[in-house]
């Protein structure tokens, strides 16, 4: 199985701030690799694709890099509404798994 | 506009068997592989399970904990997909999602998600 890893687990930052997120894979995932954000009580949305693609409606501020194992999610100015759990995900071999998350609360 | 809704979830004793259904409406869910994800208490999400479209023979795929105990199925005339829960452990405790899945840019990708419905497995 693909293990994933995210670093950090959790970060506390500031309005305004720029986050920076990442997912290593134990074997390379090519581009099949998708970020998802959670809210509290609240189903998980996609908001990167294909490790670099973003998902319509999602802000620009959100963007996604990598390939093969090391990938980034970046949020280049936090708003309050990012505040949430994330995670990554690869649908490059069965079984699909997800990284452990990364919960960016408010400094 | 797409909607999942999923139901069935509920307490249910160690070694007991719970079905879960799910209402799909707004896309064309014959065509569509589904999949289910969970999420136990206060954790992160677990990948459980998949079903290609029957157009390519209806073929599900399965975690390895959950494999050999839980049974994806669909009816795509009942607009509906099921999770037949079987055999069940305290460690299946979760909120169960139903999701769709689409191919974007070449990648299998989990674009539509349900509210999910909690699993209580307890004595």
């Known amino acids: 199985d693909i293990q994933l890893t995210q670093s950090p687990s959790s970060l506390s930052a500031s309005i305004g701030d720029r986050v920076t997120i990442t997912c290593r894979a134990s074997?390379?995932?090519?581009?099949?690799l998708n970020w998802y954000q959670q809210k509290p009580g609240k189903a998980p949305k996609v908001l990167i694709y294909?490790?670099?693609s973003l998902q319509s409606g999602v802000p620009s501020r959100f963007s996604g890099s990598g390939s093969g194992t090391d990938f980034t999610l970046t949020i280049s100015s936090l708003q309050p509404e990012d505040f949430a759990t994330y995670y990554c995900?690869?649908?490059?071999?069965?079984?699909?798994?997800f990284g452990q998350g990364t919960n960016v609360e408010i400094k | 506009e797409v909607q999942l809704v999923e139901s069935g979830g509920g307490l249910v004793k160690p070694g007991g068997s719970l079905r879960l259904s799910c209402a799909a409406s707004g896309f064309g869910l014959s065509g569509t592989w589904m999949n289910w994800v969970r999420q136990a208490p206060g954790k992160g999400l677990e990948w459980v399970g998949r079903?290609?479209?029957?157009?390519?023979?209806?073929?599900?795929d399965y975690a390895d904990p959950v494999k050999g105990r839980f049974t994806i199925s669909r009816d795509d005339s009942k607009k509906a997909l099921y999770l037949q829960m079987n055999s069940l452990k305290t460690e299946d405790t979760a909120v169960y999602f139903c999701?769709?899945?689409?191919?974007?840019?070449?990648?299998?990708?989990?674009?539509?998600w349900g509210q999910g419905t909690l699993v209580t497995v307890s004595s």
């Open positions: 074997q390379s995932t090519g581009n099949y």
């Open positions: 079903i290609k479209a029957e157009a390519g023979g209806g073929a599900t």
């Open positions: 294909a490790a670099s």
């Open positions: 999701s769709a899945l689409s191919t974007w840019g070449g990648v299998i990708v989990i674009s539509y």
């Open positions: 995900q690869q649908s490059y071999t069965i079984p699909w798994t």
